[in-house]
């Protein structure tokens, strides 16, 4: 349990870990603050220290999440090496992994209900991630003649896109009987609506 990170002065981090264990297991509406306290091994006040109430240690997950989610992407595009387009296709990769991974971080982000706008740190954290997206997509038309599609857009078409494979066909629900893996899924699906955009030959 994380009753020795507790010792060590880790109280906050350790409410963390024990929350992502509860959503995992659970759910993000179904925890309370006690019980991430008994998970952490300590009172059920000692939450109090460090967090107003439920809805705050939830956000705090969001934004760990959102940090790690947005490191992830940065070394997936690898400043869009060897090539934009091959950078871009592997972020969408790394959005899966990271859903699988972090299950519990991507439901607090996702699917909790929480106010992203409410919480300036969450906020940030959330921007980041999605910026690095905004510059994959940009990267796609350096150097392309003639007008060019917002980036905004780009970034926000595939996010949606890469949301709706890891609903639909990468949580174990009725679309996983899909006989296409998500990976092929998602990568098609992007390739389809970039050819579209010009970004690939017919």
Sequence with gaps: MARSSYHHGNLRQALVEATVKLIEDSGPQAFTLAEAARLAGVSAAAPYRHFAGREELL?????????????????????????????????????LIFAAERRGFYIAMFESGISIAGNSGLQLASERARGVLVRGAASLFVNRPGPQPPAG?????????SHGVVELFGRGKPGARSPIAPADMLESGALIYLRGLGVIPD
Excluded at 153 to 161: G, R, S, V, Y
């Design 153 to 161: 857009m780009i970034a926000d078409h595939i996010w949606a896109l």
């Design 59 to 95: 956000e705090e997950v969001a934004r760990q999440g959102f940090q790690e989610f947005a490191d992830r992407l940065e070394a997936a595009f690898d400043e869009g090496r060897p090539q934009p387009l091959t950078a871009f296709l592997r972020m969408g990769q790394e959005y």
